[in-house]
């Protein structure tokens, strides 16, 4: 397997305030820190460009797009929990580029890319909450699709706030297969990505939504992912998998309520990699959210450690389910729901 990463000084201005929960270093320390377990040079080490608008508009509609150029002159709000700091235009459309340009790689050769400052999946067409400028995820399909001409797209989205930008963009786009696991949005920010939403008229079936009961652990996350996630790539047989690899449902997140450990990232990563190398051979990692700044830099870590199938990676102990029946039930009803679609 051969892999890449991309990376830009200027990744860490996409800083919100020293208020804000998103913490404008991470990519830095996720750098910092593959250096200091000697993987970086596992990796071959990429600079990448800003989107173009042209870019920016294969997703989002032109006036949003002139909305962000404008409150990125002055600084401002782009939505109550997503402030604005002047220059975010530039520097959002950075992190965009950085992912089309590590998707780009998977097409030169490299079979694993890794974007530090990725996964911006709250974005829609023309409006964005949730810290999130660009919807990345969606301008590097958009243009992978126009420039290799590709038919299936695969999503996993295990940030734990559910991909609603993404979810919006995708719904009735049978070519896109968004499947994201996050915590039941009646307890957690944006509220969607209910279990029933699975995708509109001849999409039916390739939105894939898992809401978790608070208080979930890593062990029933990784059974669901194992009853669920395998079976839908092989079937599927995606032509790319972009993987959103958010790490705020870490017990120790402040934003969120999941239990998941350290080696929950491992094993997640270890095993999208093996079924993107059983499938396509392409894997976009893009490191998604996460708010405890210690423990997100150790689960990227982590998570990079899957990919490489290293064993050295962290381990602490597991944190029991508080509600094992709840995930239980909600694996079922996801399969009963997606009974027409896919057998699993
Ligand atoms: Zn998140």
């Known amino acids: 397997m051969k892999q890449a990463i991309v990376y830009h000084e200027d ?16 990519p830095k320390n996720t750098i910092a820190i593959l250096k200091e377990k000697n993987m970086l040079s596992e990796f071959s080490l990429f600079t990448p460009k800003k989107a173009t608008e042209a870019d920016l508009l294969r997703v989002h509609d032109a006036s949003y797009v002139e909305h962000v150029k404008q409150l990125s002159q002055t600084g401002g709000w782009l939505s109550e929990d997503t402030p ?30 890794v974007n530090p400052l990725g996964g911006f999946h709250h974005a829609s067409k023309g409006h964005s909450s949730g810290f999130c400028f660009f919807n990345d995820i969606a301008i590097t399909i ?12 695969m999503i996993i989205d295990l940030d734990v706030h559910h991909g609603n930008g993404t979810q919006d963009i995708y719904i009735d786009d049978r070519t896109v297969l968004n499947l994201s696991f ?10 969607t990505g209910r279990v029933e939403t699975i995708g509109r008229d001849d999409a039916a079936g390739y939105t894939v939504n898992l809401p978790f009961p608070p208080g979930t652990g890593g062990m029933s996350y990784l059974k669901a992912f194992k009853e669920i996630v395998p079976p839908i790539t092989r079937q599927f047989q995606p032509e790319i998998i972009l993987y959103q690899s958010g790490v705020d449902s870490h017990h120790a997140d402040p934003l969120a309520d999941l239990n998941l450990t350290y080696q929950t990232y491992y094993h997640l990563a270890r095993q999208i990699t093996e079924l993107s190398q059983e499938t396509c051979k392409k894997l976009l990692v893009l490191l998604g959210g996460g708010y405890n700044s210690t423990a997100c830099i150790k689960s990227y870590y982590n998570i990079i450690c899957g990919v490489l199938g290293k064993q050295d990676y ?22 009963r729901f997606l009974g027409d679609y896919w057998n699993l």
Do not use: W
């Open 314 to 335: 962290l381990e602490e102990a597991d944190i029991p389910d508080t509600d094992p029946e709840g995930v239980k039930n909600i694996v079922s009803q996801l399969k």
């Open 182 to 191: 996050h915590q039941d949005g009646r307890t957690l920010y944006p509220g």
């Open 84 to 113: 604005a700091p002047k220059g975010i235009f530039e520097v959002a459309s950075l992190a965009a580029g950085g992912s089309m340009f590590a998707g780009e790689k998977l097409f030169e050769g490299y079979n694993c890319t």
């Open 142 to 153: 958009e243009y992978l699709r126009d420039k290799h001409h590709l038919k299936r797209f």
């Open 11 to 26: 990744y860490n201005k996409y800083d919100l305030g020293i208020d804000h929960p998103l913490i404008g270093d991470k």
